[in-house]
């Protein structure tokens, strides 16, 4: 059997890692073709030894010269910033791409994975929120393969009959999105403003970055999850209903208009959907354990509440208008770094996620430089809004005209 050729964007990341782990099993199917990191290059350095990459690319060319002294006596060729991510993913030689970096850097690179046809293994749920539209037409006009990584997106996909074009044709009513409530889901809310960067990365169930980890304590995670659930499936907001389920052990369900609703179960470990997409149609082993249904007991479910969680009801408003996801991602990004630095409170990352979003309404963008420019410029507000604590009116006006 030829080996699958296998890029991982984000290789250190927890994804990343997660990723090689499963590769690691199965040396008889993948082969590492290149791995990449944004800044920890001695992390990088030492998964390329043991995985033995044609190419190794550090994201951020300060630490070009370090990486290449590392890998001075390997055979690994080390490349770096953007466009060494965008060589990686687009290689003739490369089979599959797993895209992992976190946040709206991963859109050019894994853009550039679907405009050469790859299989697009899809972590990276920012680039299709900040440009779904393109991404997906990047998708089909290229023939790529794009298979969702997000826990529930797979097991949505899972549920989904292998020939599904749209949920009126596969007779699906609604798409159930679980989402664990995070880990204030029964906070006091005046304790909101006071919680700190540890306690919203302690997510109760699973273990993940600290970007994706500030998004599921607000639920943002599950709004950029709405986002990306609309285009991946093709469905309307009104499709999708949010059901907090604080377990993590359904990862979502498809309701059919016969009444059956088709779930996906499994231990909350970002292995089984990784060794899903990895190996699809086929199933390989994944190292996660078996699901212990007598000793989980119990599932719960519960609405969400919005008041609670205004950034999730931010992008039920978002879904379906390509400016305003490009805008909210973008600030959302520039708040959550903000709080992670202690310059912002968890509470206030809504509110400067409504503002911008409000002031700077544009047309859906068409281009990849549209795209890159309503994004460059809600950052720039939202950079605005934390400098001075609200929105001047020369730029936003600026921005909102344009
Ligand atoms: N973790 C999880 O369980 C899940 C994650 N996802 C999604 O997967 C993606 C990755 O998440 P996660 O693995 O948790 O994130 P991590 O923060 O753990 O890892 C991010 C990876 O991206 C790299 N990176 C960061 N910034 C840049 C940049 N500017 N340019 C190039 N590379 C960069 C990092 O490199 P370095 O290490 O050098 O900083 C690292 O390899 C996110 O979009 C997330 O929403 C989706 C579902 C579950
Ligand atoms: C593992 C995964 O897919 C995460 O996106 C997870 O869903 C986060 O949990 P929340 O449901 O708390 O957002
Ligand atoms: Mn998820």
Request: proline residues 5%; glycine residues 6%; negative net charge.
């Amino acid at each position: 059997m030829r080996l699958e050729q296998l890029t991982i964007l984000g290789a250190t990341g927890s994804i990343g890692l997660s990723t090689l782990d499963v590769v690691r099993r199965h040396p008889d199917r993948y082969q590492v073709f290149a791995l990449s990191a944004a800044s920890q290059w001695q992390k990088l350095a030492e998964l390329c030894i043991e995985f033995q990459p044609k190419y190794a690319v550090i994201a951020d060319p300060q630490f070009l010269p370090l990486l290449e002294r590392a890998l001075s006596s390997y055979a690994t060729e080390v490349l770096a910033g953007v466009e060494g991510l965008q060589c990686v993913a687009a290689h003739k030689d490369v089979d599959a791409v797993m895209a992992a970096i976190v946040g709206a850097a991963g859109l050019l690179p894994t853009l550039a994975a679907a405009e050469a046809g790859k299989k697009v293994l899809l972590a990276n749920k920012e680039a299709l929120v900040m440009a779904g539209h393109l991404f997906m037409q990047a998708v089909h006009d290229n023939g790529a393969v794009l298979l969702p990584i997000d826990s529930e997106h797979n097991a949505i996909f899972q549920c989904l009959p292998a020939n599904y074009v749209d949920a009126s044709t596969a007779g699906v009513s609604k798409i159930l999105l679980t989402a664990s409530g995070g880990p204030f889901r029964t906070l006091a809310l005046d304790a909101f403003a006071e919680v700190t960067p540890e306690q919203a990365c302690a997510h109760p169930n699973w273990r993940m970055g600290r970007k994706i980890s500030v998004d599921s304590a607000s639920m943002m995670n599950k709004g950029l999850e709405l986002i990306e659930a609309c285009w991946l499936f093709d469905l309307t907001p009104a499709d999708v209903n949010v059901v907090i389920h604080p377990q993590s052990v359904i990862h979502s369900m498809v309701q059919y208009v016969d009444g059956s609703v088709l779930a996906q179960l499994g231990n909350p470990d970002m292995r089984t959907p990784i060794a899903h997409a990895l190996a699809w149609p086929e199933r390989i082993t994944s190292g996660v354990a078996p699901l212990d249904i007598i000793a989980t007991a119990r599932l719960d479910f519960e609405a969400p509440d919005l008041a609670r969680f205004p950034c999730l009801r931010l992008a039920f408003e978002a879904a379906g208008n390509g400016c305003a996801s490009t805008v909210l991602n973008a600030a959302n990004e520039v708040a959550v770094d903000a709080f992670l630095a202690g310059k912002l409170s968890f509470d206030r990352i809504a509110e400067l996620n409504e503002q911008v979003m409000h002031q700077l309404v544009d047309t859906t963008p068409n281009s990849l430089d549209q795209v890159l420019r309503i994004d460059r410029e809600a950052r720039l507000i939202a950079h605005q809004w934390l400098d001075h604590g609200r929105l001047r009116g020369d730029l936003s006006h600026t921005a909102a005209k344009r």
